[in-house]
């Protein structure tokens, strides 16, 4: 994917850093470091945070345009790292040995005084590494789902870890367990207000008609899931349709990604961050956070996923977990149908999609109730500034 930085300054190179300007004089440096949009999404709130706390702190790394839009010097958009997959990311390892090699060079000459790695394990893990040997502090900010796979990674974790903040309620004690430093701060996806705009004055806004149902469909944002699972939810949509005339298809696109890249769903686009959950009757969500933010959202919802059939291979073989769906996953069981790989056909979804656009179904009645379940147990808004005071911790004395 091309890069698309927003931090003011020199033009970025995807092969080197650009050059920050120089902190204050006995002011604290943190490096954040999101790898993807999602990670630049909860990585705003926290450097906000940070900025309140200590005003004078010279915060860089990598991230996007919203970590940039409060403050942080961003030295590399995520743009440019975002990417899933066995396969895929094999292509890709050239060019993170030689970022991973950059960042550390700053940790051994720049005095950084706290790192501060947000998910993005392939990177975030060996960077925390390196911080360590150079005597950078580690706070780790949403860890990587050991839980799932590669259970080893739990001992570099503590090894690494000054300090572990978790977003899911049953990851603190299973990190605790293999001697990790973890606390559970609450869900970043809860800091955000619920759109509270009326439904006709949205739909209005929108071009749709606030008398029929809406069908949200949310492929992803990285370019591999947008090209596999295109073709498939717009397949599904038409089914859906075919079946109910008045339902009305719309497309959630990343607000970090072009809405052409979408062309391909011959629907109505809409920035997801534009309120299309808090008004969809039911929606087709890919695996991911977003079926975390549809579980707050309270709107039914079927998930779906298809990767390289390699990278899913490989999975098959590594992932311990019941669930894909981090919905599910919360819940402790099957709250949302998953049709992963060869059982994401069209058929398959539109079947699961319709009881769930019918306000008297069983399904739909039985479904609202375990999402609200879901939202209990993600605990409340604050994770931001109980990471921040984390970090306040961490960095002791360098913060007078």
């Known amino acids: 994917m091309s890069g698309r930085c927003t931090a003011p ?75 899933m997959g066995f396969a895929e990311v094999v292509r ?15 940790f051994h000459q720049d005095d950084i005084s706290l790192f501060l790695p947000i998910d993005f394990p392939g990177l975030n893990l060996r960077l925390a590494r390196r911080a360590r040997r150079a005597g950078v502090p580690v706070l780790y900010f949403i860890a990587p789902q050991v839980w799932a796979w590669r259970a080893h990674r739990a001992r570099g974790l503590a090894r690494d ?4 903040a978790v977003i899911l309620p049953f990851e603190e004690e299973f ?76 497309v959630g696109f990343h607000p970090d990604v072009p809405a052409s890249r979408y062309g391909s769903l011959p629907f109505p686009r809409v920035s997801g961050s534009d309120g299309l959950l808090a008004h969809a009757t039911a929606a087709l969500v890919k695996s991911g956070t977003s079926t975390l933010e549809a579980a707050l959202a309270g709107v039914p919802f079927v998930v779906s996923y298809r990767v390289h ?64 379940e879901i939202r209990a147990r993600l605990g409340g808004p604050g994770a931001a500034d109980r990471v921040a005071e984390m970090a306040i911790d961490l960095l002791g004395d360098g913060t007078s």
């Open 9 to 83: 300054g020199p033009a970025r190179t995807t092969h080197a850093f650009r050059t920050p300007g120089a902190g204050l004089s006995g002011s604290p440096t943190i490096f954040l470091s999101a790898g993807e949009p999602s990670g630049d999404l909860h990585g705003a709130p926290l450097v906000r945070a940070l900025r309140e706390r200590v005003p004078d702190a010279r915060i860089v790394g990598l991230g996007g345009r919203r970590m940039a839009a409060e403050g942080m010097e961003v030295l590399v958009d995520v743009g440019d790292l975002a990417v």
């Open 92 to 106: 890709r390892i050239p060019y993170f040995l030689r970022l991973e090699r950059q960042i550390a060079s700053r």
């Open 161 to 164: 870890a000054a300090r572990v």
């Open 175 to 250: 990190l605790r367990r293999a001697g990790v430093n973890a606390t559970f701060v609450g869900h970043p996806l809860l800091e955000h207000a619920a759109d509270d705009e009326p439904r006709r004055s949205w739909c209005t806004r929108m071009g749709l008609d606030p008398d029929r149902p809406v069908l949200a469909l949310f492929p992803g944002s990285r370019g591999q899931e947008i090209i596999r699972h295109g073709e498939l939810f717009s397949e599904a949509a038409r089914r859906v349709v075919g079946a109910r005339p008045e339902v009305q298809p719309v």
């Open 309 to 372: 059939p390699l990278s899913f291979a490989v999975a098959r073989r590594v992932v311990n977990v019941p669930h894909v769906a981090l919905a599910n996953l919360v819940a402790g069981k099957r709250v949302v149908p998953e049709l992963l790989q060869e059982d994401a056909t069209p058929g398959a979804l539109a079947d699961a999609i319709l009881p769930l656009l019918d306000p008297e179904s069983e399904a739909r009645r039985e479904m609202l109730a375990g999402l609200a």
